[in-house]
């Protein structure tokens, strides 16, 4: 005899999440939808109102910034563990994604087990997400696979998405010695069908392969240059409109490879600005941070690399806060991971 | 799918094989007249199409570029400076070949089989070239190639539906090629979306010109070592002899064998960066006191 259970289905699946954010009339953001099934687990602590409260560009910007950590049990992925996660940011809303401490992928058996992790965002006009989560750390001897896929509805939408990788556990010696590891970062646009043109388009991808095709002959760990962290900044839209600038003026600033400092150009009077920046350049220096920013198709693309995880995560930290506006609009939270 | 090539290949290879020993017997049964068998007019065609755009005299301007050569050279300063920087070159030709297999390989692939996409072709190989450097490169080049095809080889290869020996179907296939071609380049002027990289177009001009795709894809590799070798040359890195042995050298020969191998059944979609630190050296490019290349 067949048993009907009184309770509805789960509707959930293992390693399956979704996180909505919509604005409850007239202008209360709220966490509509909150779920996820192990090994995700999903933790959203109380909303807070952004610190610094910009009028002056006249936005109308939503009284509660959400966040949301993901996270992982065990805090890391197992090898053949899939994660999917959905996350739909509404219009007018605002949603700082966090992780806790780096991702770990840890040790397969066997090299062709790939673990998953997925990630979709649809971002509505008019509202901003804030990714800038720890890196990602595979373990020697792994092979992970990653997609973060960002939907623009009309191109509009702002985005401020961070990715990076590193090494391994290097106080153990690891230097890149990883199977295979995928990272995929795609933004897409749904375009507007009546005026003809195509219903989506790709707009970026950044995907990068590490694995032992290629033909060079050389180790990965040779193929990397002494680098053990790459990362990706992705920055699109109208929230971050002044950050981008900041990103491509700084890069712009930049000493010149290979140039000579004659005695000639040192101007006797910096202003704290200045010096700031002559700070941060020489700390790249020790740390061993290398960077270039551009202005591609309506983004600006941040590549960086450095020595030491900390190279990085200092960096990017010191950009973040010297700018501000992150800080102003999504509140100290949304930097937790650089801390 | 990887027996059938190599079912294909064995195949060939035993073709070739046969034929050898067919013209071996040939001329040892009359040495004095023994019958030079003419290939077919079509390997002829093709032949010739591959010398057109193998010739370094080919106008795209890639003698501008150094693909990251020139960048990479300024971040790996030899010490003593003294020092000779060609192992360090032999090393970046790996990873830009390297690199651009992973990246543009298969857009060459695609434009070729399937020249009707060219248009999202293009626009995704513009969404997933991160740099603006080797975007201008990419761009400057597939505009020239282009304009080759506009000004130069049109009027030759443009016509003839079921010259070259061609089946009708092949023929047709030929004409529609060519006439998305004609759009494109028609299309470029007004439209804001289109923007002409190399790689796909290089596979669709490429089809057109009837070059088998196997030599299309060796060439379009082939092509990017040659200019970075000879932007060694420029950069003072080794001298004219040396650059022509490691052109000739049967390393360079099985790596990019080996590369069309790895690649041709690439999918678009899961074209990638797999050398991170090649986007840091071209975009920081930029970045030089002195250049000599414009990337």
Redesign the interface.
Known sequence: MAFTSPFAKAASKPGHGSIVVALLPPDTPVLRTLSYQYPLKLVAPDPLPPSGHDDKDGSTAPSLVHTVFLLTYGGGIVAGDSIDLAVRLETGTRLVLLTQGSTKIFKTADPSMVSIQKMTVTVAPNSALVYLPDPVQPFAQTAFSQSQIYNLENEEGSLCVCDWVTSGRSARGENWDIYEYKSRNEVWTSGDKAKGIKETRLLLRDNMILDKHGQTGIPLAERMDGYSVFGTLIIRGTVFAHLSKFFVDEFEALPRIGGRDWGDSVSPDLTPKEQRRLDRQQREKTNGVVWSAANVRGFVLVKFASREVEGSRNWLRDMIREEGSILGAFGERAVLCLK | MSTTDSDQQSLKDEIADLERRLQDAKSRLSPSDAIETLPTLANDAALHALFLLSDSALPLGSFAFSSGLE?YL??HRPSPPSASQVPSFY?FL??S??TL??TALPYVLAGYRSPEDIETLD??F???????VA?RASIAQGRALLTVWDRSFKTQYAGSTTANGRSETEGKAHTSAVEILTSFSKDLRTSSHLNAHLAPLWGVVTNVLSVPLRDSAYLFLFSHARTVISAAVRASVMGPYQAQSVLAGAELQK?IR??VE?GWNKKVE????????M??WV??HE????RIFNS
């Open positions: 960048s300024a971040h090393a790996r990873l070949l390297s297999a992973s626009n995704d513009d969404a997933s070239t991160p740099c603006t975007r790596r080996g590369l790895e899961d074209a990638g960066q797999s050398v991170p630190v986007d840091l975009g920081r970045k030089l006191y002195s």
